[in-house]
């Protein structure tokens, strides 16, 4: 692999005319993609410029393509339009003016667009190249230790400098927040991927960011803290005594674990309190969603170089922003009849909101303060078991899969944890990489489907969306090589206690 070469801004003054330059090669990139770098610099906070050139390229990489200018909406070709969000008061469709306090306007108009493509900012594409194209890899050797006829290709997501696909939103969300002249944005995060994700990108805009962090990985995962830390975050161990949400929590229950949906009612609080504030969400909405897409659109290209039509197409859903920008291109391709890949959603069994949630209007956070959402839900007041490993702990599903699923383009399975991390174990010791918890669950999936294969004799291609790699997340592996983890699963009796508060919207 080729080093690169960048050029940084001067973090002194700038009055300082020097330059400063580091080579090495960059965190987790495959040397099957040797990308190159525009020269153009980019605009970061304090008016510093970033640029970066890569020493050389081989034109015979398949895997290299050219970031895409634009980001799909899949709403522009689907018949049946997903239901509109719900006023959490009135019950009535949400209005533009009713999500202000929350986002910056061109968010707002990115949740309801009915375009099909929506141009990538200059600036945010600049930023991009600092990771992108990301490299499409086919794993040779897990095929040989499965014995499987099947081919197998993976998305690696995590060679960005937070290790996973998340700052894909996280730059546009600063950057349109930064541009309307926002100076704080707030968010919640479990594991803190998406949280080191919008901290790094707030660095980049002059924001400053603060973070509620699910108090069990808080405290379970004190690096990813550290690095939203490093890039000058705030953090908070969620439920937190700061908020009026968090309080009522602490009340109830003084040793709650904490759950994502906790830490969203406290982020959405302060910024609905304060106008200098908007609130950033790192999955299940329309335009987070959105700009992940840039995911399959680089591996459309990417398997087209490689002369491969997927067969099946796997991705591990949470809140299901990494599914989404994989498979949403990929969907389009499928209603214009051009393939006809089986797509599969993969979640954990201790947090199955697609094969056992219902499909209702139920709240995105715990306090019932956003919008309702017509979603694949578990109940607003649904919190993980804190010895669930796997990531993925989010209570509903993001309503455009939730839709999709629903209209029949792409089906669901669960997995337990410990076959997860056998798959893990797998894959670290063939290709090399260490996946994140998350993607853990549709590396176990790929492997389901290459040992069938294997039966079979079929010749499948087999895509995998791997979103980050797991480094900060070494205490799960040790929990699992101790043999110290256990299957959680969600039963019927807790199902029903957890459904008991969803809202009944007529």
Not at 90 to 112: G, M, R, V, Y
Not at 394 to 420: K, N, R, T
Request: aromatic content about 8%; proline content about 8%.
């Amino acid at each position: 692999m080729a080093s690169q070469l960048l050029l940084l801004p001067n973090p002194f003054t700038k009055s300082v005319s020097a330059k400063i330059f580091f080579t090495g090669d960059y965190q987790g990139l495959n040397d099957l993609t040797l990308k190159r770098r525009s020269t153009q610099p980019t605009k970061v906070s304090n008016g510093f410029s970033l640029r970066a050139k890569a020493t050389s390229r081989s034109t015979h990489n398949k895997s290299f393509v050219e970031i895409p200018k634009q980001w799909y909406n899949l709403v522009a070709d689907l018949s049946g339009k997903p239901p509109p969000p719900l006023h959490p008061k009135t019950f009535q469709p949400i209005k533009p003016e009713d999500l202000s306090h929350l986002f910056p306007n061109e968010l707002i108009k990115q949740e309801a667009a009915q375009e099909r493509f929506i141009d990538i900012p200059e600036e945010v594409l600049e930023i991009y190249k600092l990771w992108r194209p990301t490299p499409l890899i086919r794993a040779k050797r897990l095929e040989k230790l499965l014995q499987t006829p099947a081919r197998i290709y993976f998305k690696y997501e995590g060679g960005s400098p937070a290790g996973s696909h998340k700052p894909n939103t996280a730059v546009p969300q600063a950057y349109y927040n930064a541009k309307e002249g926002i100076k704080n944005v707030v968010t919640e995060t479990g594991a803190g991927q998406w949280g080191s994700s919008l901290a790094f990108a707030s660095s980049l805009f002059g924001l400053d960011c603060e973070v509620w962090q699910v108090a069990n990985s808080y405290h379970q995962k004190p690096y990813r803290r550290l690095m939203m830390q490093t890039w000058g975050a705030k953090v908070h161990p969620s439920p937190s005594d700061l908020t009026e949400a968090g309080r009522r929590i602490l009340q109830s229950d003084p040793s709650s674990p904490g759950s994502l949906g906790i830490a969203i009612s406290e982020a959405v609080e302060v910024a609905a309190r304060n106008e200098d504030t908007k609130y950033c969400l790192g999955s299940v909405l329309n335009h987070v969603l959105l700009h992940q897409t840039i995911i399959g659109e680089e591996c459309i290209q990417q398997m087209e170089n490689f002369g491969e039509t997927p067969d099946v197409i796997i991705g591990c859903t949470g809140g299901g922003s990494n599914f989404a920008g994989l498979s949403f291109p990929f969907i389009r391709e499928k209603l214009k009849g051009k393939m006809n890949p089986v797509i599969r959603a993969v979640e954990p069994s201790a947090c199955p909101s697609l094969t056992k949630g219902v499909y209702a209007y139920d709240f995105g956070d715990t306090a019932g303060l956003t919008p309702l959402m017509k979603m694949h839900t578990l109940g607003h007041d649904f919190i993980p078991d804190p010895i669930h490993a796997g990531g993925l702990r989010y209570h509903g599903m993001a309503p455009l899969i939730s839709h999709v699923y629903e209209q029949g383009f792409m089906e669901a399975i669960s997995i337990p944890q410990i076959e997860c991390f056998q798959g893990a174990i797998q894959f670290a010791r063939t290709e090399g990489i260490i996946p994140a918890p998350e993607p853990t669950h549709a590396i176990a999936a790929t492997i389901r489907e290459a040992l069938r294969c294997k039966e079979t004799g079929e010749e499948k291609v087999i895509l995998m969306a791997m979103c980050g790699h797991g480094h900060f997340d070494l205490t799960s592996y040790d929990k699992y090589l101790r043999g110290e983890l256990i299957d959680l699963s969600f039963g019927e009796e807790n199902i029903r206690e957890s459904l008991s508060k969803v809202p009944h919207v007529v």
